[in-house]
């Protein structure tokens, strides 16, 4: 057994009926050129077919409660593959639609503890001749980043290669000694040591940022965003939506307003949101403030699992109708968040998003969202994916569609990616409390093409 991470302690402890924790990817694949009809489930087949399942993928809490057992984890030496991975087919006839409504209800129920934490389903019956594989990995064992980059690892840039692994198959072991060879005895006091210069340096950072918050008086802070529709409790059914745009089309508007990516969608985020509050009579006057998520993988060691994010918040600037003075006011508020987190080390940045979050914790008591003001309205989340066409034995992966967490007071999360040269993004709300979700995505694309126009930008 190894000991449980108190963040992936936390994703546990929280998790209920209504609340499932667990993340999600839904994958859109077109079979190659004179692929027959049992291509599909010759895949399937070989997938359960796997003779060594990595140990990341065998892993399940110490017990199915929440008890101090959960502390640590409990790896499984043999896996029933045909229970974690399955082969379905969508009903007639077979649209986009049906697959979302499917993937809707894959997503809202709980993985089984007294298994590892993850599922995944090969999807057929698609009209138009493509199949997708629905995934969900519970966010104690791996987080989005994680997962998209154990996705991308065993699909190819080949199309003609024939002979991907499957994800959950076991990785070489000279990788993983590789890094185990850092954990030596001077390697484990230099990480001490940096542990304790992290503490000691904590405080004056922590104090850095105060200073910058009364400085910058219209820093985004937790427990100053309005209330919602959206921050409300909510039920346990999910629905979901997603769909492609351009990514030249996001890097045009970037290069014509000198701003980020990240700004960029964030602006698309806000006035998609503006629309849909307002076409519900429930846009507030204050700006929606939104959470994103932070990777600091590229900062810490370790073996690919786990959790490694930290977190700024960002004013969308609903409150404004002009699309440019939007994205002015996203652009100052994630400049400001850069500003705090600049100069920490990743343990401390991780302990900054900690703080920003931690309302989150009090979410599951009683009454506590119904009578607190939100920390933030909103989580929207960029995880970067691959920047090449990929394929899975020939099949090409023609889409990457991400599926998050929905809680009380978070009843809508937007989740996208980058898939080559598409951007593609992924929406999962309460069923219950976010009516007519999918009308997000004609929002973000009016969004889009606003800002487009006031850039003078041609899209066609």
């Known amino acids: 057994m190894g000991l449980m991470a108190p963040q992936d302690l936390m994703f546990l402890a929280i998790e209920s009926r209504e609340h499932p924790m667990h993340v999600g990817g839904l994958e859109l694949f077109s079979p190659p050129e004179g692929a027959g009809p049992e291509f599909v489930r010759q895949q399937y087949q070989k997938l359960i077919d796997c003779p060594d399942v990595g140990v990341k993928f065998r892993r399940r809490p110490g017990t199915p409660f929440n008890t101090p057992r959960n502390l640590l984890w409990a790896t499984d030496d043999e896996i029933d593959l045909e229970y974690h991975v399955q082969l379905s087919a969508l009903p007639q006839p077979g649209r986009i639609r049906e697959l979302f409504s499917m993937t809707s209800r894959w ?15 090969v999807v057929e019956g698609l009209d138009d001749g493509r199949f997708a594989v629905y995934t969900k990995v519970h966010h104690a064992l791996i987080d989005g980043v994680t997962a998209l980059r154990t996705l991308q690892s065993v699909l190819s840039d080949d199309p003609s290669f024939g002979d991907c692994p499957a994800p959950f198959a076991e990785r070489p072991r000279r990788a993983i000694e590789g890094k185990r060879s850092r954990l030596n005895p001077i390697g484990l006091a230099r990480s001490g040591a940096g542990l304790m210069g992290d503490v000691a340096g904590g405080v004056p950072a922590a104090a850095r940022i105060g200073w910058q918050a009364l400085r910058e008086r219209d820093m985004v802070l937790p427990l100053r965003a309005p209330r919602t529709m959206l921050n409300v409790p909510i039920g346990g059914a999910r629905r979901f939506a997603a769909q492609s745009w351009s990514m030249d089309r996001i890097k045009a508007i970037r290069q014509a307003a000198g701003c980020t990516m ?71 508020s994630m400049q400001q968040a850069k500003r705090a987190l600049t100069g920490l080390s990743p343990m401390q940045a991780m302990a900054v998003g900690a703080f920003m979050v931690s309302p989150l914790a009090l979410a599951p008591v009683p009454g506590y969202v119904s009578h607190s003001r939100p ?86």
């Open 107 to 121: 997503h809202s129920s709980l993985l089984d503890r007294h298994r590892p934490l993850w599922e995944m389903q």
């Open 375 to 460: 920390a933030f309205n909103i989580v929207i989340s960029n995880v970067p994916g691959p920047r090449k066409p990929l394929y899975w034995d020939g099949a090409r992966l023609d889409g990457i569609y991400p599926l998050s967490i929905a809680m009380d007071g978070l009843a809508l999360n937007i989740t996208l990616t980058s898939n080559a040269d598409m951007l593609d993004i992924g929406i999962v709300g309460c069923r219950k409390t976010v009516p007519h979700l999918q009308r997000l995505l004609t929002f973000l694309d009016d969004s889009l093409i606003a800002l487009e126009k006031q850039l003078g930008i041609d899209s066609a």
């Open 262 to 332: 990240n700004d960029v969608i964030l602006v698309m985020c806000g006035g998609a949101l503006r629309d849909y509050l307002l076409s519900q009579d429930a846009l507030p006057e204050e700006p929606l403030i939104a959470m994103v998520p932070v990777s600091l993988h590229s900062m810490v060691d370790g073996e690919g699992g786990g959790n490694a994010v930290t977190a700024v918040l960002a004013s969308l600037g609903t409150h404004l109708g002009d699309p440019l003075d939007r994205l002015e006011c996203v652009t100052n």
